[in-house]
């Protein structure tokens, strides 16, 4: 079963409005970590913001904040103010166990954001 | 954040030769690297660990004969695609995590990544 889900393949959102991203996670770990990347067409990867499972506060970047909900296992992304530049794909990882233990990421197959004019 | 340089961002090679892409941290060391395989419009796929001083870790289904990575130091992991094929055409791409202090979040930071074309 896969581990991160991300449902919406493609997503358009108009300038200067808000846009969020799902994804959903699945672990039996109590500690674990969740991350979001940005990647232009230019193809590197971005890393936007990230959430401890034990942080009770949701966590802000700027225009960028994580909603967590972890009794529905979600940790979805929310870009306020959308630019036209902040069209890109959008991953959603997990590190299961300790940061150190276990250093792999799980990735979504990710979310395609455009924004529109 | 932390800066992880690739080299070369795009190559072409010919059937056949082989081809070294460079992974270096810039301002902070790793013992791990990763490396990842990305085909268009799909997700990142992890390829191998790469771990300093030891032999690197390979994903189920990845050759280890035909990627070679090789960890020198704590700054540099190299990947070597030894007789490409077309089919080995890519977007390659490195990581490194910056840290594993207890209550850090040992976010990976990645290279601008490298396009691989074997004719």
């Known amino acids: 079963a896969q581990k991160i889900t991300q449902t919406q393949p493609g997503m358009f959102v108009q300038e200067k409005e808000a846009v969020t991203l799902d994804c959903t996670y699945d672990t039996s770990d109590q500690s674990y970590g969740l991350f979001w990347y940005k990647q232009p067409s230019s193809g590197e990867m971005i890393f936007l913001i990230y959430?401890?499972?034990?942080d009770e506060q949701n966590a802000t970047e700027g225009r960028y904040s994580l909603n967590f909900q972890k009794a529905r296992k979600s940790a979805n992304l929310v870009i306020s103010a959308s630019q036209l530049g902040d069209s890109a794909m959008y991953f959603c990882?997990?590190?299961?166990?300790?940061?150190?233990?276990?250093?792999?990421?799980?990735w979504g197959l990710g979310t395609s954001l455009a924004v529109n004019p | 954040g932390a800066v992880v340089s690739q080299h070369p961002s795009w190559v072409i090679c010919k059937s056949g030769t082989s081809v070294k892409i460079e992974c270096r941290s810039l301002d902070f060391q790793a013992t791990t690297m990763f490396w990842y395989r990305q085909f268009p419009k799909q997700s990142l796929m992890l390829m191998a660990t790469s771990n300093e001083g030891s032999k690197a870790t390979y994903e189920q289904g990845v050759e280890k004969d035909k990627f070679l990575i090789n960890h020198a130091s704590l700054t540099l992991s190299t990947l070597t695609v030894t007789s490409a094929h077309p089919e080995d055409s890519s977007f390659y791409i490195c990581s490194a995590p910056e840290g594993a202090l207890a209550g850090a979040s040992d976010t990976q930071y990645f290279g601008p990544g490298t396009r691989l074309t074997v004719l």
């Open positions: 959430q401890g499972s034990y």
């Open positions: 990882a997990m590190r299961e166990g300790n940061a150190g233990n276990n250093r792999k990421l799980i």
